[in-house]
């Protein structure tokens, strides 16, 4: 990959996930400030059909600014990462696909409460980069890795219980579900068409 096709790539793609980090923000200010936070009970309530939605909804929503904060750094780089390995498109697709992955198993494994924040959906990114750079011997690969380890290394600390407060099994369960999907590319596959027969499914109801 020569500097011209980087270069290009941060500008074009920066703008995007810029744009997505600062949407999610400014909702997250209106639900804090004008809503009192009321919105947060659309996170994930393990084993409860009312939070089947907070699958879809739980990455987005954030109790705090430092929350929000501590995911966003780490979502914005590690997006960088996979769209240097792959593209744009898939990049897209795999974030979407660890998204529910971890989602369904905080729902169907974690304490009961309210799960929210993207904490899980980067413990997946993680775990997805952590295996797929180590098994795909590259230079890119191996700087990527490198990264990992110097600058995100935190992130393994979040998978042992230290604060009752803390989602610590959906970092756990998010890790778990970045290494399989991994481990296992074709569930991206699964996913992909469960997904466009459910958009097919809503097109028709509509």
């Given at each position: 990959m020569?500097l011209?096709?980087f270069?290009?790539?941060i500008?074009y793609?920066?703008q995007?996930?810029?744009?997505l980090?600062?949407?999610?923000?400014i909702?997250?200010?209106?639900?804090?400030?004008v809503?009192k936070?009321?919105f947060l009970f659309?996170?994930?309530?393990?084993?409860?059909?009312i939070?089947l939605?907070?699958?879809?909804?739980?990455?987005?929503l954030?109790a705090s600014t430092?929350?929000?904060l501590?995911n966003a750094?780490?979502f914005f780089c590690?997006?960088?990462?996979m769209i240097l390995?792959?593209?744009?498109?898939?990049a897209q697709?795999?974030?979407?696909?660890?998204?529910?992955?971890?989602?369904?198993l905080?729902w169907?494994?974690?304490?009961?409460?309210?799960?929210v924040g993207?904490?899980?959906l980067?413990s997946?990114?993680?775990?997805?980069?952590l295996?797929?750079t180590f098994?795909?011997?590259?230079?890119?690969?191996f700087?990527?890795?490198?990264?990992?380890f110097?600058?995100?290394?935190?992130?393994?600390?979040?998978?042992?219980?230290n604060d009752p407060?803390?989602s610590?099994?959906?970092?756990?369960?998010g890790f778990?579900s970045g290494?399989?999907t991994?481990?296992?590319?074709q569930?991206?596959?699964?996913?992909?068409?469960?997904k466009n027969?459910?958009?097919?499914?809503?097109d028709?109801?509509i």
């Amino acid at each position: 990959m020569d500097l011209i096709y980087f270069s290009e790539n941060i500008q074009y793609y920066g703008q995007d996930v810029t744009t997505l980090l600062t949407y999610v923000y400014i909702a997250n200010f209106i639900n804090w400030y004008v809503f009192k936070g009321v919105f947060l009970f659309l996170g994930i309530h393990p084993r409860k059909l009312i939070g089947l939605i907070g699958i879809f909804l739980a990455p987005i929503l954030h109790a705090s600014t430092d929350h929000f904060l501590l995911n966003a750094l780490p979502f914005f780089c590690m997006t960088f990462m996979m769209i240097l390995i792959f593209d744009f498109e898939i990049a897209q697709i795999l974030l979407q696909a660890l998204a529910v992955f971890s989602g369904i198993l905080i729902w169907i494994f974690a304490r009961p409460g309210i799960h929210v924040g993207a904490s899980a959906l980067v413990s997946a990114m993680y775990g997805w980069l952590l295996y797929w750079t180590f098994h795909h011997p590259s230079f890119l690969n191996f700087s990527i890795l490198m990264t990992l380890f110097i600058y995100f290394s935190s992130i393994l600390t979040g998978l042992v219980p230290n604060d009752p407060k803390i989602s610590w099994e959906g970092h756990v369960l998010g890790f778990c579900s970045g290494i399989a999907t991994a481990r296992w590319p074709q569930w991206l596959e699964y996913f992909v068409t469960v997904k466009n027969e459910a958009l097919d499914f809503f097109d028709y109801l509509i």
